[in-house]
DNA sequence: ATTACAAGAATGAATGGTCATTCATGTTTT
DNA sequence: AAAACATGAATGACCATTCATTCTTGTAAT
């Protein structure tokens, strides 16, 4: 089996067991066991068991960065631009519940290293929103009396709840057009000049 | 000593060590250190370690339920209430920081036991922000195209996520009263049927 | 095409360190 | 002098990590 193969086996499995057991509870051999290598084969990818983490990660959040900055650079309503990063965040969470179980859950963790990780790399994706709401108060459509660093927080907390309610509970799902829609028109109403006024 | 005195030291030398450390890294003695007790001496009082964190809960966030619901009881505008339960949040997570990083981090824990415990509880607290909600609706003030049920994650994951930051990071603080009126700002343009009604 | 050999990959049993928990003993209170 | 409370060293379970060994793959010589 190719080396590249079995690291991001050792990855997948890895999310998996971190979401379902957490981060201290899980072993090393669930994880070997769920990526069906031996217990000494995880530590020929990996320093150790932190390391696994971290690399989850830098490798799977990496990519919803990525996709979500690609994207909003093809619009420029600041309306619009907000509607995409929700829904966005929304499908990355539900696409993939292990690693929105382990980001919500896990990232949380008090250690030193990874809230340096977090500060750097999450306070860049929800800088996105603060970003994106100084440019519509620019443009005027967004209220100037709204502190982005508070709004972008407000947002991300409320889209972040919600998906990882997801996860906890067996609660009724709503889907993610729904979830996205009734976000919006209440940031929408809540921080534009004129509410009344919709994009497009 | 007495002992009812010995109990509530270990609880919030307990608190601040979770909130330190974390349940897994905390060690029961650090806890002792803390309490300035034996190691053993917590055992008279908790079962075990896992108890120590549920006491915490429930002997802590008993009282901010309980406090909010008694102010939330003496005003019927939905309008002050949403604001006196933003204030009321805000304030218990800033009073006790220790506290609160304890619940926004521990208590997301994937464990079965803390889960239920959550669902018995936390969502009875949320569960204040829906009643709200439905309230305003039926008297008018709040739009009827409202979920309440996604409106109170998106109102709670808010406040929680600033909360969560005043924690975690270094950056300016606002203070509760700025924050809680953006918020508001924000929540009531955005939930209102008129927003340039304001309660009063 | 077959055999021989080496290097890299994989294995999983054994090791060692870290605590939660216990309990024999000491101290204080009634 | 009981009873209740408190102590902290000792115990033992747990699991991350290591490493001696085995397996696999690729190369080259015949």
Redesign the pocket.
Known sequence: ???E??HSKIISAATKVFAKKGF?????????KEA?????????????????LLSVFEEEVGKIVENTEKLLSLEDDPRKQLEIFAIQHLLAMKKNRHLAEVIQIELRQTHKIIKEYRDNNFSNYTGIIAEIIRNGQKSGIYRSDIKPDLAKRAFFGALDEISRVWNASLETNYSVKEIATQILSIFLAGIQVDPSNLPE
Request: aromatic share 16%; no cysteine.
């Open positions: 089996m190719k080396a193969n079995k201290f509870t899980a072993r090393i051999s669930d994880i070997a069906k290598v031996a217990d000494g084969t995880i530590y020929l990818y990996f320093n150790n068991k932190y390391d696994i």
